[in-house]
């Protein structure tokens, strides 16, 4: 039985009851959103986590980390060091998005590490493959994508990105419509190479219900991709975007019946004049699935502070609905991101998140706000500390004041507005 199954059973399940603690409310809230699929608890029966998280309907919004080598950059070593500063900064989940070096061994080693939710895309590995063999990317073999889906879920893997809603159907509306930047997705792209050169349809589709086996099995969650998310602001909520969408809700209903966890994924670059109608379009179309969204970025222009226009965007988001924001770090749109992108990336999707708590009335958030300015009224630093998205950088800043200031700061000094007289 998955634990979906669990939940509309109403079996008790340590997952959920794992969960319902670390959100400080009921284990029926968390299993009646299981059962109809509005929370999802990725969670492989191959792993042991020390840290369990619930994303969807009513809870804290959640933070996505994506590490990863490339075939340009390959360092197991630095990734791993990433691992550790995403999960120190607050990342709940991770993705490996590795296409360089022996990617199982990279993966066992991240799986080994990880204390919490960790997530992959198949097709990558898939195109490495192909790649490696001498072929083309459109080559992709179907059989070998799924054997790399069913070794990716026996290994351990808690949810993997499927794009399942390209299809020949939504292939033709990208080719008669075109775009400013095309597909951004690199696995939405692969998919649509292959069947632009074989009039194949994506076996991810053409054979879901082998897919939900193999979820199954191993109780995977199916984050089902974005493969068509628009990468300009110009192509925001196109025919293609929605056309997808449309495709990803019905995967969700047969999910569901199968008994597996499904999340949808969302864009991507959009501006923030249409966040509220995507989120709308993706919670009606998908049924109430729990949303990942990519940022969304609210505009093209800002290179190197990209981890900013998706913070804008994310915030508005989750606020209207999303439940898990992917981080972008400052790094998006020009280089692998090092260390320090991938800590201030996560410390900036988790402000977005939090800012979201207090409009969507999450238990606690509003108050942790409340509890950071009782101190920082009372000018009390080692309290506020404990009430800070993130304690290291207040330390830090508090250590470059001169000993005299250890009272107020040097913005007003001795005219501090907080001071009583």
Same mark, same amino acid.
């Given at each position: ?20 603690t670390?959100?400080? =409310? ?5 299993? /009646?959103g299981v ?5 999802v608890?990725?969670?492989?029966i ?12 009513? $809870?804290?919004?959640k933070?996505n980390?994506?590490?990863?080598t ?9 990734? =791993?060091?990433? $691992?550790?500063?995403a999960?120190?900064? @607050?990342a #709940?989940?991770v ?7 022996n990617?199982?061994?990279i993966?066992?080693?991240?799986l ?5 939710q &960790? ?31 069913e ?7 808690? !949810?993997?990105t ?9 292939? /033709? ?10 597909? &951004?997705?690199?696995?939405?792209s692969?998919?649509?190479?292959c069947?632009?050169?074989t009039?194949?349809e994506n ?6 219900d082998?897919l ?9 969650t199916?984050?089902?991709?974005d ?5 300009a602001a !110009?192509d925001?909520s ?8 449309a495709?990803?809700?019905e ?8 008994g ?5 994924? @969302?864009?991507g670059?959009v501006? $923030? ?6 989120v ?12 990942? !969204?990519? @940022?969304?970025?609210?505009? #093209?222009?800002a290179p ?9 965007g ?7 609905g999303?439940?898990?924001i992917?981080y ?5 749109h ?7 992108? &991938?800590? /201030?990336g996560?410390?900036?999707?988790? *402000? ?7 409009v969507?009335? &999450?238990?606690?958030a ?12 009372l ?7 404990e !009430?800070c *998205?993130d304690? %290291?950088?207040?330390?830090? %800043?508090?250590a470059?004041?001169?000993?005299q200031?250890d ?5 007003c000094g ?5 001071? #009583?007289?």
């Amino acid at each position: 039985m998955t634990l979906m199954q669990d939940a509309q059973n109403k079996k008790a399940n340590k997952l959920i009851q794992a969960a319902a603690t670390a959100e400080n =409310l009921s284990e029926d809230f968390i299993r /009646e959103g299981v059962a109809d699929g509005t929370i999802v608890i990725p969670k492989n029966i191959n792993r042991k986590l020390s840290k369990i998280i619930a994303v969807g309907k009513g $809870l804290k919004t959640k933070v996505n980390a994506n590490i990863g080598t490339s075939p340009d950059y390959i360092n197991l070593e630095e990734e =791993l060091v990433k $691992l550790d500063v995403a999960v120190k900064a @607050g990342a #709940d989940a991770v993705m490996d998005l590795s296409t360089g070096g022996n990617l199982t061994q990279i993966r066992k080693e991240i799986l080994a590490r990880c204390p919490v939710q &960790v997530g992959t895309v198949p097709i990558y590995e898939a195109a490495c493959r192909t790649v490696a063999q001498g072929k083309k990317i459109s080559q992709i073999d179907g059989e070998m994508l799924f054997d790399v889906i069913e070794e990716q879920a026996q290994q351990g893997v808690d !949810f993997i990105t499927v794009h399942c809603g390209i299809n020949k159907a939504t292939v /033709e509306i990208l080719n008669r419509q075109g775009r400013l930047a095309g597909v &951004v997705s690199r696995g939405g792209s692969f998919l649509v190479k292959c069947i632009n050169a074989t009039g194949k349809e994506n076996p991810l589709y053409a054979q879901y219900d082998r897919l939900l086996a193999i979820a199954k099995k191993y109780d995977v969650t199916l984050s089902l991709g974005d493969g068509f998310r628009p990468g300009a602001a !110009f192509d925001a909520s196109d025919a293609v975007q929605l056309g997808e969408l449309a495709v990803l809700g019905e995967l969700v209903l047969k999910a569901r019946a199968a008994g597996v966890q499904t999340m949808i994924e @969302g864009p991507g670059h959009v501006p $923030l004049n249409q966040i509220e109608a995507n989120v709308t379009l993706a919670k009606k179309l998908g049924h109430g699935a729990p949303l990942y !969204f990519l @940022g969304p970025l609210v505009t #093209d222009i800002a290179p190197g502070y990209d981890h900013i226009t998706s913070a804008i965007g994310g915030a508005l988001a989750a606020a209207k609905g999303v439940d898990f924001i992917c981080y972008v770090t400052p790094a998006e749109h020009i280089r692998l991101p090092n260390v320090k992108d &991938v800590r /201030e990336g996560v410390i900036a999707a988790r *402000i977005a998140g939090h800012a979201a708590d207090i409009v969507k009335g &999450v238990k606690g958030a509003k108050d942790q706000d409340d509890a950071m300015s009782k101190y920082r009224k009372l000018r009390d630093w080692k309290k506020q500390e404990e !009430f800070c *998205i993130d304690p %290291e950088k207040l330390r830090t %800043e508090r250590a470059k004041l001169p000993p005299q200031q250890d009272d107020v700061c040097t913005m007003c000094g001795e005219f501090c507005a907080m001071r #009583d007289e």
